[in-house]
């Protein structure tokens, strides 16, 4: 049973582009919201996190944007550049700050010069 | 500073052999844990560890062990490995003082085959 929905599952972007990937949920006791970032031959990476009573987070080209009744994230990325191109995974946690984070099927994203 | 470390990088395994992954932290943290990633799958959680002598099964535990003697280091053994247990797996760590952008801290990985 996933219950961290992720997609899609690959997306292939021209550089500048907005790549969008979209994560739903349905346990209402999530809490945490993490994106993380994950190079070939690598660990993944957190890149950005927020938490249920914030509806957008900005760091630096890289947004979420939260619509807790629609039990819906996303992942936005401005500017995209071929430096980008990596695998991104959503992920859910409640009781924040334990260790039991459910993480979505990861989208594969491609950034063409 | 070398973060989390795991060895081996690569392993290939026969049916009913039986190996260690190794992890180790050098960051003091409290929580480790062992994800295996899978295609199509993501990360799943097999087991995790809130300190020393305290450990706790995640979504897909069976078929693994752990043990979390110091704060270390936290191994993870395949008693008698078969195939569905081919896959990458990612040991990770945290601080115990989380905020919201307090990260997992993840290896590099072992790939594991079983033939």
């Known amino acids: 049973q996933q219950q961290v929905k992720q997609s899609p599952q690959s997306l292939i972007v021209q550089k500048g582009g907005i790549p969008i990937i979209n994560c739903a949920y349905e346990n209402t006791a999530f809490d945490y919201f993490p994106w993380y970032q994950q190079f070939p031959g690598k660990g993944p990476a957190l890149l950005i996190a927020?938490?249920?009573?914030?509806s957008e987070k900005k760091e630096g080209r890289f947004t979420i944007s939260f619509n807790k009744s629609a039990k819906q994230f996303s992942l936005h990325i401005m500017d995209s550049q071929p430096g980008d191109s990596a695998t991104y995974f959503c992920a859910a946690s409640s009781d924040f700050g334990n260790e039991k984070l459910t993480f979505g099927t990861g989208t594969r994203l491609t950034i063409i010069p | 500073n070398a973060g989390v470390t795991q060895t081996p990088k690569f392993q290939v395994l026969k049916t009913g052999q039986s190996m260690t992954l190794q992890c180790a932290q050098d960051?003091?943290?409290?929580?480790m844990s062992w994800y295996r990633q899978d295609p199509g799958m993501g990360l799943r959680l097999i087991h995790y560890s809130v300190g020393a002598g305290i450990t706790d099964q995640g979504e897909v535990p069976n078929g693994y062990n752990v043990s979390r003697s110091t704060t270390e280091d936290f191994p993870l053994r395949l008693l008698s490995a078969a195939p569905p247990q081919t896959s990458v797996y990612f040991c990770?760590?945290?601080?115990?003082?989380?905020?919201?952008?307090?990260?997992?801290?993840f290896g590099n990985g072992t790939r594991l085959t079983v033939t």
């Open positions: 990770a760590s945290r601080s115990r003082q989380v905020s919201y952008n307090s990260p997992l801290h």
């Open positions: 927020i938490r249920p009573d914030v």
């Open positions: 960051m003091n943290h409290e929580y």
